[in-house]
Structures are given as C-alpha cells and as structure tokens.
C-alpha cells in the first residue's frame, strides 16, 4: 500500500472538491483521509470516496424492449446516455417507454415523444447530444469530454450504415460508401488509437459503440455482411468497446436490434 501526501490546505482541498462537483471519486482505487496536519490519498482497493454515491439515482427514460417488455431496449442513442452515467459511476433509474405506444405523460416531458430523457436539477432534458453535454459539465469527474477537433470521427459511419441497410441494389454504392467511412476510421484508429481521443475512452466512443454494435447486428443479420478482415483496427475498436462491462450492461438484446430495424429494411 502506498502513500502520497497532497500539499494542499484542507481549505484549499474542500474548495476543489466542490468545483469537482458532487460525483467526486478519487479514483476507483484511492480513499482520502485525513492526519492532523494534512490530506493524504491512500492506495485500497476497498475503501472509495464515492461522493457521487450520496446524491438520488438519475431518472433517465430509455426504450422498453419489443422482445422482453420490461427490460432495455435496443436505442443506441439511450445506450450512449446510459454508458456515460456508468463511465461518470453515477446512479440512475431507468424508465422503459413503449414506444409503439407511448403514454401520456412521456409527451410531457418529450414533446418529440423521443427517448432518451433524462431529469436533472427538476428538469427534464432531452436529446443525447446535449443530455451527455449537460451531464459533463454537472459531473466533469473523470472527464469524457472529446476535443472539439476529434468530435466528428467516425461520424459518418451511421448514416452510411443506414443507407446500405436500407438499399436493395447492390450497385448503388451504398456498400462502398459504407467501407470508405470504416477505412478512414481504421486508419485513423491505427494512428491515433485505440480510441477516438488517443489512450483514454472518451465520448465519442460512447456515442459510436452502441451505433457500431446496431451495424454489426443488423447488417449480420439482413446482409449477411461483416466489417472486412482488411480493417483490422475497426475490428478491435468494437471488440474492445463491445466488451466493456459498462457496455454488456446496457446493450439491448440483439433480438431487439433486429426487430427495431426490420421497418426500415422492409421498406
Ligand atoms: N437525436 C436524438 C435521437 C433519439 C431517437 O431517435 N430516439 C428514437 C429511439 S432510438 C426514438 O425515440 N424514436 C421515437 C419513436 O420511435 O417513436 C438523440 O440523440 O437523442
């Protein structure tokens, strides 16, 4: 067990902790605690200023699966929510929404009648964009901010996907579109990674997962197609994304996936 003393005053050391914000941790691996003359961080395991730990779980409204009502369903833009409240080891209660038929309350809170939702500071916001923007500057603590000039790798792979889903002529080059957008990201993932802002996870990843776990279900599913063994570096992007313990614990069942994209695919 280690030891390393903060030459900080406990007054000094009070006031960063509330700039922090409230979902103060040390890390997961760090305890504070204090001697008469000054702060020291101790290395444990076991022991974890969890701060975030006294404020009530975040209502955060998400998609109710279509396979197994009552549990979370397939809305990667609810996934990318979720992953930040469980990267940021925030609390949350999930409210699952029916979306083939919402209630009457959900349109109050969600005029568009979208998921996801979130509630924070008695208001309820909408639209993942600026759900995980709002959630950044509430709880910076451990930051997942991307640097502005890396927000928009890899952001064409979705439409790109969805196109090429949703076509049914082979020569359209919805297909080669969809193989260009994923080799500009293996290059950049071979040079830059292993992820989008270098060795630390950060939000766009958490934005990007969820729709590349919909790509690789759903295009496996009703195309037969996979990301090809020429893209390496996008092939363990995903692996490593996809095996997340933050990820396996709100994905949506692959079932789900398949169902949710049935509607387009038909056409
Ligand atoms: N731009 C929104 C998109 C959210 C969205 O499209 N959610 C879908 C589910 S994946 C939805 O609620 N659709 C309404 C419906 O299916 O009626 C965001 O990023 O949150």
């Not at 699952?96 to 038929?101: A, H, K, R």
Request: charged letters at 25%.
């Amino acid at each position: 067990m280690s030891t390393a003393a903060i030459p900080q005053t406990a007054a000094a050391l009070s006031s960063s902790l509330k700039h922090i914000g409230r979902n103060v941790r040390l890390s997961q691996n760090f305890s504070l605690f204090t001697t008469n003359t000054s702060y020291r961080v101790r290395r444990s395991r076991s022991l974890t200023v969890a701060m975030s730990a006294v404020s009530d779980p975040i209502e955060v409204c998400v998609k109710d699966s279509v396979i197994s009502p009552g549990k979370l369903g397939d809305c990667p833009f609810c996934q990318r929510v979720l992953l930040t409240l469980e990267e940021k080891h925030l609390p949350y209660d999930m409210k699952f929404v029916d979306l083939g038929n919402k209630p009457e309350w959900f349109f109050k809170i969600s005029t568009e009648g979208k998921v996801p939702v979130i509630k924070l500071d008695e208001k309820w916001i909408t639209d993942s964009d600026v759900i995980t923007q709002s959630l950044e500057e509430k709880y910076p603590y451990p930051p997942l901010k991307t640097p502005p000039e890396k927000t928009s790798v890899g952001s064409k792979i979705f439409s790109t996907f969805i196109s090429f889903l949703k076509s049914k002529d082979p020569s359209d080059g919805t297909e080669q579109a969809l193989l260009n957008e994923l080799t500009s990201f293996n290059d950049y993932i071979k040079e830059n990674g292993p992820f989008i802002n270098g060795e630390e996870i950060s939000a766009a990843d958490l934005a990007l997962g969820p729709k590349l776990y919909h790509l690789e279900i759903a295009l496996g599913h009703y195309k037969n197609w996979s990301v090809p063994d020429s893209l390496p570096y996008v092939k363990s992007y995903m692996k490593t994304i996809f095996s997340m313990d933050s990820f396996i614990k709100t994905r949506g069942l692959p079932e789900d996936v398949i169902a949710g994209w049935r509607p387009k695919v038909m056409g």
